[in-house]
């Protein structure tokens, strides 16, 4: 390992996996309890693992009330910066409260009460974060639903978390557009099984909404007639949220976070992770849809009793690629946390970073996840900023990271392309397919070995077969992550990408299966296969391959457009697709499988076998001169 046997980083890591108990023990004391754990973990079955389970707490009392009661209530807790809507609000940790509090109020008169779902499909407003911590403090369980989702993805959502009541805003705001909400969400409940009883809408000037009578509420006029609602306690393992993510069949997965294990894992990443100190400005710039908007402009700062950036703007365009220097500056940011796509979305706009004119000199460090940061994105983050350029690797599903440089223990040297070292408490190992240990520097399937640390999922909501078969059975002992790489000699981890057919588009991550579905119901095609091929900005963007039904004849860019317009109103702009190209056939094994890899490794410009088991073999030589011909092909 770079760092030494007795390094603290090495110490603490070897604590947390020796004697897991004693060290979380220790991490659950931090927090304010209403009835502190005794028991730390249990192991119930195979599969199974509760920690805390005798402890009680509320999660937004130990956001906003702890602090207040601990003499922070006039610190700033939150700061809203919108660009696109010119406007910038701050709000004390007791104004926050006082915000969260009437809110839980509203809900509680509309009989939201411990264990019900709240569905919030928000933009980038304080009324998000407020929606949140509002649910939390009655125990309730939130899903936020990611504002730039289609119709037929939130109503997904709401079939499967059957939400009481919908929170929702009248507009979002995107680069020089508005998008309307809450005609999406009309037409999800009209489309969705399940009709939640009411809908709050916020309504914004920007854009008012048709309220529905008897159903929908306007957030202000209920407000203002609500009485504040008390935190409600509940059991550390009660769960907090749902928030769904994409796996490899059309169906989102409910990933399941707990109370007590969430919180206790939050308040030491932010301290061993990110070595943030209350009081320090964090801004993560992502959205409250993403697990990183979840723990790291909402939870995990309010919780470590930093004051939080929520941003409703671009890295770019908004005005212009100094938008975040902008921001660093203007709050004194001490810790910046952005996906690599905005960094690089930066860099073309402005090569030279001339826009990075402001006074940084309260930043500490960077740090960017979501995908993997490659190399060169990395250099120009560290050689124009002079700061630490921390990559760090994470999923919905465990909800903090599990490698990264741990700042908040010791600053190791990076190495570009990895993300540094196992988070204390996570025991990462590179298995191959039958699930043995490979050695140092050979490239497998990345897997940690169960019990997994606190804050990780602890099923997917309605369906444990799901979590049991996608996540544990692949490899007995061990959670399965679904990335593939290798550790170096070093120790250090280098997570070079998925293994299954989920693909990453501007840090959003996406299923390629959901996308032939979509595809495979236009009725001139037979087959189709989606793949993820290499993008500057995005780091990724959705290719379909079609096979054509036989005897239909159509305009390739007709089909293209066609095809295009499936997927935009089928799951929404986010996914980027925009390519399609027709193929006589698909290379596929005997048995009938396509194979995908071979199409990644192709599109990827990476060496390639051909498998023996290939039912055609002339067919990869024709996709791969096809798709050479069409520039779609990777020149790494
Ligand atoms: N509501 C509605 N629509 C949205 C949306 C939202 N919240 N977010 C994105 N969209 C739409 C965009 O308007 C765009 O639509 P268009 O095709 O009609 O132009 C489409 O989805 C793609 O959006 P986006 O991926 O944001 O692309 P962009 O070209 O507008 O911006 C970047 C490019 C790189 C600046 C932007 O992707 C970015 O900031 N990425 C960072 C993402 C991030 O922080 N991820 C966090 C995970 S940690
Ligand atoms: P999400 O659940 O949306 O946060 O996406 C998680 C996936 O994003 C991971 O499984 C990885 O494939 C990818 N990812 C996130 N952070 C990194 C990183 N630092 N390096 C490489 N891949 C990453």
Same mark, same amino acid.
């Given at each position: 390992?770079?760092?030494?046997?007795?390094?603290?980083?090495?110490?603490?890591?070897?604590?947390?996996?020796?004697?897991?108990?004693?060290?979380?023990?220790?991490?659950?004391?931090?927090?304010?309890?209403?009835?502190?754990?005794?028991?730390?973990?249990?192991?119930?079955?195979?599969?199974?693992?509760?920690?805390?389970?005798?402890?009680?707490?509320?999660?937004?009392?130990?956001?906003?009330?702890?602090?207040?009661?601990?003499?922070?209530?006039?610190?700033?807790?939150?700061?809203?910066?919108?660009?696109?809507?010119?406007?910038?609000?701050?709000?004390?940790?007791?104004?926050?409260?006082?915000?969260?509090?009437?809110?839980?109020?509203?809900?509680?008169?509309?009989?939201?009460?411990?264990?019900?779902?709240?569905?919030?499909?928000?933009?980038?407003?304080?009324?998000?974060?407020?929606?949140?911590?509002?649910?939390?403090?009655?125990?309730?369980?939130?899903?936020?639903?990611?504002?730039?989702?289609?119709?037929?993805?939130?109503?997904?959502?709401?079939?499967?978390?059957?939400?009481?009541?919908?929170?929702?805003?009248s507009c979002g705001i995107e680069i020089s557009k508005l998008i309307a909400y809450k005609p999406l969400l009309d037409d999800a409940i009209s489309k969705a099984e399940h009709k939640p009883q009411h809908c709050i809408i916020y309504q914004r000037p920007q854009l008012l909404a048709t309220m529905?009578?008897?159903?929908?509420?306007?957030?202000?006029?209920?407000?203002?007639?609500?009485?504040?609602?008390?935190?409600?306690?509940?059991?550390?393992?009660?769960?907090?949220?749902?928030?769904?993510?994409?796996?490899?069949?059309?169906?989102?997965?409910?990933?399941?976070?707990?109370?007590?294990?969430?919180?206790?894992?939050?308040?030491?990443?932010?301290?061993?992770?990110?070595?943030?100190?209350?009081?320090?400005?964090?801004?993560?710039?992502?959205?409250?849809?993403?697990?990183?908007?979840?723990?790291?402009?909402?939870?995990?700062?309010?919780?470590?009793?930093?004051?939080?950036?929520?941003?409703?703007?671009?890295?770019?365009?908004?005005?212009?690629?100094?938008?975040?220097?902008?921001?660093?500056?203007?709050?004194?940011?001490?810790?910046?946390?952005?996906?690599?796509?905005?960094?690089?979305?930066?860099?073309?706009?402005?090569?030279?970073?001339?826009?990075?004119?402001?006074?940084?000199?309260?930043?500490?460090?960077?740090?960017?996840?979501?995908?993997?940061?490659?190399?060169?994105?990395?250099?120009?983050?560290?050689?124009?900023?002079?700061?630490?350029?921390?990559?760090?690797?994470?999923?919905?599903?465990?909800?903090?990271?599990?490698?990264?440089?741990?700042?908040?223990?010791?600053?190791?040297?990076?190495?570009?392309?990895?993300?540094?070292?196992?988070?204390?408490?996570?025991?990462?190992?590179?298995?191959?397919?039958?699930?043995?240990?490979?050695?140092? $520097?050979?490239?497998? +399937? &990345? #897997?940690?070995? !169960?019990?997994?640390? @606190? *804050?990780?999922?602890?099923?997917?909501? %309605? $369906?444990?077969?799901? +979590? &049991? #078969?996608?996540? !544990?059975?692949?490899? @007995? *002992?061990?959670?399965?992550?679904?990335? %593939?790489?290798?550790?170096?000699?070093?120790?250090?981890?280098?997570?070079?990408?998925?293994?299954?057919?989920?693909?990453?588009?501007?840090?959003?991550?996406?299923?390629?299966?959901?996308?032939?579905?979509?595809?495979?119901?236009?009725?001139?095609?037979?087959?189709?296969?989606?793949?993820?091929?290499?993008?500057?900005?995005?780091?990724?963007?959705?290719?379909?391959?079609?096979?054509?039904?036989?005897?239909?004849?159509?305009?390739?860019?007709?089909?293209?457009?066609?095809?295009?317009?499936?997927?935009?109103?089928?799951?929404?702009?986010?996914?980027?697709?925009?390519?399609?190209?027709?193929?006589?056939?698909?290379?596929?094994?005997?048995?009938?499988?396509?194979?995908?890899?071979?199409?990644?490794?192709?599109?990827?410009?990476?060496?390639?076998?051909?498998?023996?088991?290939?039912?055609?073999?002339?067919?990869?030589?024709?996709?791969?001169?096809?798709?050479?011909?069409?520039?779609?092909?990777?020149?790494?």
């Amino acid at each position: 390992m770079a760092s030494t046997a007795n390094s603290p980083y090495h110490n603490e890591y070897q604590r947390a996996i020796n004697a897991p108990e004693p060290f979380w023990q220790q991490q659950a004391a931090k927090l304010n309890w209403y009835k502190m754990p005794r028991s730390i973990l249990q192991q119930q079955d195979a599969h199974h693992y509760q920690w805390f389970s005798d402890g009680v707490l509320n999660t937004a009392y130990l956001a906003l009330d702890t602090h207040i009661e601990q003499g922070r209530g006039e610190q700033t807790a939150l700061i809203y910066d919108s660009p696109v809507t010119n406007s910038k609000q701050q709000f004390s940790y007791r104004e926050l409260r006082n915000e969260v509090a009437q809110f839980a109020g509203v809900l509680k008169a509309l009989g939201v009460s411990k264990g019900d779902r709240v569905v919030i499909y928000m933009p980038m407003i304080p009324q998000a974060a407020i929606a949140m911590l509002a649910v939390a403090r009655l125990g309730a369980v939130h899903s936020v639903v990611f504002g730039g989702f289609s119709a037929h993805e939130l109503a997904m959502r709401i079939d499967d978390a059957k939400p009481k009541v919908v929170v929702s805003a009248s507009c979002g705001i995107e680069i020089s557009k508005l998008i309307a909400y809450k005609p999406l969400l009309d037409d999800a409940i009209s489309k969705a099984e399940h009709k939640p009883q009411h809908c709050i809408i916020y309504q914004r000037p920007q854009l008012l909404a048709t309220m529905q009578s008897g159903r929908d509420l306007d957030w202000h006029q209920a407000m203002a007639a609500a009485e504040s609602a008390p935190c409600v306690p509940v059991k550390a393992t009660d769960p907090l949220y749902v928030l769904y993510t994409s796996g490899t069949t059309g169906k989102p997965k409910g990933v399941v976070r707990d109370n007590g294990g969430h919180a206790a894992a939050l308040n030491y990443s932010m301290q061993a992770v990110y070595n943030a100190k209350p009081g320090d400005v964090f801004w993560a710039a992502s959205d409250v849809g993403w697990v990183v908007g979840h723990s790291y402009i909402v939870y995990g700062p309010l919780i470590a009793g930093c004051t939080s950036i929520l941003y409703e703007g671009k890295p770019v365009f908004t005005p212009d690629a100094g938008a975040f220097w902008r921001v660093c500056a203007e709050y004194k940011v001490n810790i910046l946390f952005a996906a690599p796509t905005a960094f690089r979305a930066i860099r073309k706009e402005d090569p030279d970073a001339a826009l990075q004119r402001y006074d940084l000199s309260a930043l500490r460090a960077v740090f960017v996840a979501g995908e993997r940061l490659d190399p060169a994105t990395y250099q120009w983050v560290a050689e124009k900023l002079q700061k630490p350029v921390i990559d760090h690797w994470w999923q919905t599903e465990t909800g903090w990271p599990i490698a990264a440089n741990p700042a908040g223990l010791e600053l190791m040297n990076a190495k570009p392309g990895s993300a540094t070292v196992p988070v204390p408490g996570f025991n990462v190992q590179i298995l191959d397919d039958s699930g043995k240990v490979l050695r140092a $520097n050979e490239q497998g +399937f &990345i #897997a940690i070995a !169960l019990p997994l640390p @606190p *804050g990780c999922l602890t099923t997917i909501w %309605g $369906n444990d077969e799901r +979590f &049991i #078969a996608g996540y !544990l059975d692949s490899f @007995p *002992g061990y959670y399965a992550s679904g990335d %593939g790489g290798y550790i170096d000699e070093d120790g250090y981890l280098f997570v070079m990408g998925r293994t299954d057919d989920v693909i990453n588009v501007a840090g959003h991550r996406l299923s390629t299966g959901e996308m032939e579905q979509i595809v495979a119901n236009h009725p001139a095609i037979a087959e189709c296969c989606v793949i993820g091929i290499h993008e500057a900005i995005k780091g990724q963007q959705p290719l379909a391959l079609v096979l054509l039904k036989n005897g239909v004849e159509i305009d390739e860019t007709i089909l293209e457009a066609e095809l295009v317009a499936m997927v935009r109103q089928e799951i929404g702009a986010l996914a980027c697709f925009k390519k399609a190209i027709v193929v006589k056939r698909l290379p596929k094994t005997r048995s009938g499988k396509i194979l995908r890899k071979l199409l990644r490794q192709i599109a990827d410009g990476s060496e390639y076998s051909v498998p023996s088991t290939i039912d055609d073999p002339a067919s990869i030589a024709e996709i791969a001169q096809l798709m050479t011909s069409k520039g779609l092909v990777n020149q790494p």
